[in-house]
């Protein structure tokens, strides 16, 4: 009896179908194609998101300055006190961006806020609309 199950198994092993070499390679490049196409997808909605929260950042410390300087009667061109303002925000006050790059800013009046020419060329050419910053 044992010697029936042994041919009874190599039959089946016999019929199991396989993939041949080929047909591995053929999934393998187009694998391949299509994350060579989504890639560049991925990065440029990666830029996209970081240079919207860098934004984002900039727009939220800017509101908490206008506040702080109203409250406080500042008017243009007095020195914002980071700490104070800092008040004015859910979060804590950022000193740099996403990127490592430092906000820059010291006075009340235009520009309070402004981001790193560095952090804009880094994320050129992704769509971002800096405004005033």
Do not use: C, H
């Not at 591995?24 to 997808?41: E, H, S, Y």
């Not at 906000?103 to 060329?121: D, L, R």
Request: charged content about 20%; proline content about 1%; hydrophobic content about 40%.
């Amino acid at each position: 009896m044992k010697g029936g199950e042994t041919n009874m198994f190599i039959e089946i092993r016999r019929n199991k179908a396989a993939f041949t070499l080929v047909e591995i390679m053929i999934v393998v490049a187009i694998i391949g194609l299509l994350a060579a196409l989504a890639i560049p997808g991925f990065v440029k909605a990666r830029k996209q998101s970081q240079g919207r929260r860098i934004l984002n950042d900039a727009r939220q410390m800017d509101a908490a300055i206008d506040q702080w300087a109203l409250e406080k009667g500042k008017k243009d061109g007095d020195t914002i006190n980071t700490t104070e303002a800092a008040t004015y925000l859910k979060g804590a006050w950022k000193t740099s961006d996403l990127l490592g790059n430092s906000y820059g800013g010291t006075q009340v009046g235009s520009n309070q806020v402004t981001i790193s020419t560095t952090t804009k060329s880094a994320l050129d050419g992704v769509g971002i609309d800096w405004g005033q910053f």
